[in-house]
């Protein structure tokens, strides 16, 4: 049986006067696709701009952009987040911003096809609750001193974001997070939350989490550790005594140290893997 495309729907929103490039114009389209409800704004050429609404791509109007309106209405999302002067030809950009009285969006910008594309998600403007994410009952009890617990699967960033706010509703403290970008932000409740984001608030994860280990924070919560620096900041910390929640990439949680230990030179393999043996407590987080 021959299968043909299914002509994209129109989402049931009306184009903006203004061009899609401009400031004006990229207001309008996140103004819309909160009232909607729509989860994601997909912008590149060929096509119009897309916007998911309950799991579906529908076209935000029938006109095709052009590689100069692609490129603009990303500069106009940079530049809403004051982050116009930081993406470099060639490169990729990814950022949190908040519009008042609209919500919370994450947004990437990359190139493709020799002009800028984006991709912008909106974000809730509360962090996730534990028991919205059906979390075992015994995981917020894994966070000891000592100890670098590491989230895995689909869900690892609600999750992080997650133990942190349970953390900050039932006991006091002081918390670091670090990441790249801000996706949630945290209001302090009984604990004293520091949300640092990589490239703009401190150099890269190993500088955030060794500074957040001498001021002796109880939660450091890393949303990636990057390089062998970070693993190093990262499992030095915890062997410190200090409390450490990382989400990491890896493909599954029976073998995280063997996993990571795989990815760096022969010479430090077999040290790495014993030390993050000795404080690794791995979680899953698979998203329902």
Avoid at 73 to 101: I, K, P
Avoid at 161 to 189: C, F, K, M, S
């Amino acid at each position: 049986m021959k299968l043909t495309r299914r002509a994209p729907v129109v989402a049931p929103i009306t184009r903006p006067a203004e061009p899609i490039g401009s400031r004006e114009g990229i207001l309008y389209l996140l103004r819309e696709a909160a009232r909607i409800e729509a989860t994601e704004i997909h912008i590149k050429t060929p096509g119009p701009v897309t916007v998911r609404v309950d799991g579906t791509l529908s076209a935000f109007g029938p006109k095709q952009i052009g590689p100069g309106d692609a490129r603009d209405a990303a500069l106009a999302l940079a530049e809403l987040a004051g982050r116009e002067g930081a993406l470099q030809a060639g490169s990729e950009l990814e950022f949190s911003f908040g519009l008042a009285g609209v919500g919370r969006f994450h947004a990437c910008l990359y190139h493709q096809r020799g002009s800028l594309a984006a991709v912008v998600r909106r974000v809730a403007l509360s962090p996730p609750q534990l028991t919205a994410l059906d979390a075992p009952a015994d995981t917020f009890g894994k966070l000891r001193p000592g100890k670098l617990v590491a989230l895995v699967g689909n869900a690892r960033h609600e999750w992080l974001h997650a133990l942190v706010n349970e953390w900050n509703q039932t006991r006091d403290g002081y918390i670091v997070v670090i990441e790249r970008p801000l996706l949630y932000l945290h209001r302090d409740a009984f604990s004293g939350i520091a949300q640092r984001e990589v490239g703009q608030d401190v150099r890269d994860p190993a500088t955030g989490i060794r500074l957040a280990a001498r001021l002796e924070a109880d939660l450091i919560a890393c949303s990636d550790l990057g390089d062998l620096d970070g693993i190093e900041a990262a499992v030095g910390a915890a062997e410190r005594g200090r409390r450490l929640l990382v989400a990491l990439e890896a493909p599954a949680a029976d073998d995280i140290a063997g996993w990571v230990a795989q990815r760096f030179p022969t010479g430090v393999r077999d040290d790495l893997h014993r030390r993050l043996s000795a404080v690794l407590t791995p979680v899953s987080c698979a998203r329902g």
